[in-house]
């Protein structure tokens, strides 16, 4: 069934019709689920129950609910006429009536209406009662007058609901009472109702297509209700929506806040590894002309004796012995930052390897022949991990 897509957004896509009715001085209501599913209604949950004032907790309650009043608290009469003014018809109907006591509506057929009427005091008490339970009723209407909704989408000229047959051949009775509890089915634009969940089908349906040609001051009160419904759910739709923009515009800028926050972050610290960077390039050019300095005054003092040892030593060294260092005044301790530098001073540390422990021992002997040598110690001679023999040896000179 295509209807128009009014109210989706108040109303939401799910919608609950109640009908309470009296059966053999029985009160039941007929609840109907309606859901709606690309453009069409689609029947997703349904039941009669006794009524005991509460609805079951199987139902949704936050959805917006459209009443029946269509109870033995309901009368109902036909009358000759179609006229426009209420009060005519209705004095027609109920003549002598105090109608500040009394809800009415006025279902309009070719040439016969029917008045329904129900004291305010027993509507308004059922509205109460599902106000405390937290049911918004979105919508009323009172008797079968709401089933002029849907005779147009049904084949036949007659339905029936919980206890009534309803016809719209006006050459019978419009309304008949039924005492039987029937059972019947109908393809409404090809939807299938069973005649239980007619009349609360029809009210769902006058909810969406948000209009009747009924009349009334119920359908005045009807309208406000469904008024204060739409207004609830704009407000706390909107609120939800507002909230959401909000916080959706909170992370937005919390994202660029920080996105910029660490722009400037990664700024400001690259300012300071800049700074601190040519601070440190500025104490190591310091440290490196201290220790050229040290290194020139050692050299200074050096040069000269140290190129004798080194010339008269390496004369003497055999083809199998490989040197591999050989330090002139070697340093007493390693070198520290505003520190002197301390060296063993008339001493020469010579290590390498040798393939030939007798040329080795011949070598140390020509060594401590030298007139400038004052002592010669072999301070370590063994094989490593090549197994090469390894030696290191201290002169001391005189």
């Known amino acids: ?55 079951p907790d199987k139902w949704d309650k936050n959805l917006p609910f459209f009443l029946v009043v269509n109870s033995n608290q309901v009368i109902q009469k036909e009358v000759s006429g179609i006229d426009a003014q209420d009060e005519k018809l209705l004095h027609k109907a109920f003549p002598n009536t105090n109608w500040e006591e009394f809800y009415f509506e006025i279902w309009r057929l070719k040439a016969k209406s029917i008045v329904a009427i129900s004291r305010k005091i027993y509507v308004d008490a059922l509205l109460f009662n599902y106000k405390k339970q937290g049911i918004s009723i979105a919508g009323i209407s009172l008797g079968v007058c709401s089933i002029g909704e849907i005779i147009k989408y049904s084949e036949g000229n007659k339905l029936l609901t919980n206890h009534q047959t309803i016809s719209w051949n006006e050459e019978t009775p419009i309304i008949t009472t039924n005492t039987a509890d029937l059972n019947t089915t109908y393809s409404i634009n090809d939807l299938t109702i069973q005649n239980s969940h007619l009349l609360a089908f029809s009210v769902i ?32 739709k909107g609120l939800k929506i507002m909230v959401g923009v909000v916080l959706t515009i909170l992370l937005i800028n919390f994202f660029i806040f920080t996105h910029y926050f660490k722009l400037a972050e990664e700024t400001s610290e690259n300012l300071l590894l800049s700074k601190s960077s040519l601070e440190e390039v500025n104490r190591t050019k310091q440290r490196i002309q201290s220790k050229e300095q040290k290194v020139k005054n050692v050299i200074a003092i050096t040069s000269s004796q140290s190129s004798l040892v080194i010339n008269e030593i390496t004369k003497l060294i055999p083809q199998s012995i490989l040197l591999t260092e050989l330090i002139y005044h070697p340093l007493e301790k390693k070198i520290k930052n505003e520190e002197p530098i301390v060296i063993q001073g008339k001493t020469v540390s010579l290590s390498g390897t040798t393939i030939n422990n007798a040329t080795f021992t011949r070598w140390i002997e020509a060594i401590e022949q030298l007139k400038w040598i004052n002592q010669v110690v072999i301070t370590r001679f063994g094989k490593n991990d090549l197994n090469e023999t390894e030696f290191s040896i201290k002169l001391t000179l005189k």
């Open 205 to 236: 349906l006058r909810l969406l297509l948000n209009g009747t040609a009924n009349t009334g001051n119920l359908i005045t009160y009807s309208q406000e209700l469904h008024e204060n419904y739409n207004q609830r759910s704009f407000f706390s």
């Open 1 to 55: 069934m295509n209807i128009p897509s009014l109210n989706d957004i108040l109303l939401g896509k799910r919608y609950i019709g109640i009908e309470h009715f009296s059966l053999n001085t029985e009160e039941r209501i007929a609840v109907l689920l309606i859901e709606k599913k690309k453009d069409e209604l689609v029947i997703a949950k349904k039941d009669v129950v006794s009524y005991s004032e509460t609805l």
